[in-house]
């Protein structure tokens, strides 16, 4: 019945300008962390992703505000927080790797980084889409599920590269330069942990799919 009484008012359709803005800063910063990764204008790649998310948290506390706020949402209000949360914890993670970059004055990155650099695009690129077909949740749940799928392989893509990439390092600098080791293996977390988040996001998309259709 509720579901139902919800359907007849008027929606709050603001939420979804929302969302899809910050997921222009979410693909505009993974565009970034790629060519950073790619040796290009690192420190510049770096600023860009920094002020991408600085952008991209002003969003979310916009969402957060207008959960409190708007007497009728277009799901669930703590589906709405989730979402927004993990979408801005992938903003923040890419926010990290800048960090860890900084910190060790890193300008050249291995070949496994830079394959990472492109699944956070591809990730980056698979949840921008997927984001206003939440719009119309039982019109395009077969798609989102599919799109959720598809991140979750992209993931899986970057795990692999994960450990391979440490494999790498400590064959080639584990007994030599364990600091080159340490440095880059730090690198190649942050990366993984970008992936993981772009996984939150996909799980919670699910979700919103499972409970409203």
């Known amino acids: 019945m509720l579901g ?11 939420f979804f300008e929302l969302f899809a803005s910050h997921s222009e800063r979410i693909v505009g910063a993974a565009q970034a962390l790629e060519r950073l990764l790619a040796g290009e204008d690192v420190e510049g790649n770096a600023a860009t ?4 998310e600085d952008e991209a948290d002003a969003i979310t ?8 706020r708007s007497f009728i949402t277009p799901f669930d209000r703590g589906d709405i927080k989730d979402l927004i949360q ?3 914890d992938a903003i923040d993670m890419m926010n990290k790797v800048v960090k860890s970059v900084r910190l060790f004055d890193q300008t050249s990155f291995d070949p496994g980084m830079q394959e990472m650099g492109k699944t956070v695009v591809e990730a980056a ?11 119309k949740i039982n019109t395009n749940a ?4 599919a799109m959720a799928e598809e991140v979750t392989r992209v993931e899986g893509r970057s795990d692999r590269l994960h450990a391979e990439g440490l494999h790498d ?4 600098h584990g007994a030599s330069n364990p600091m080159a080791y340490i440095i880059g293996a730090q690198i190649y977390g942050d990366l993984e942990k970008v992936l993981d988040r772009f996984e939150d996001v996909a799980n919670e998309i699910s ?6 259709v």
């Open 169 to 172: 390092l400590y064959r080639r």
């Open 61 to 68: 506390r916009e969402v957060l505000l207008a959960v409190r």
């Open 142 to 145: 077969a798609r989102l599920s």
């Open 86 to 88: 993990s979408m801005d």
């Open 125 to 135: 690129n698979i949840v921008a889409a997927a984001i206003p077909l939440l719009d």
């Open 207 to 212: 979700g919103i799919v499972i409970e409203n």
């Open 49 to 52: 992703i920094v002020k991408l």
């Open 4 to 14: 139902l009484f919800r359907k007849l008012l008027p929606r709050e359709d603001a």
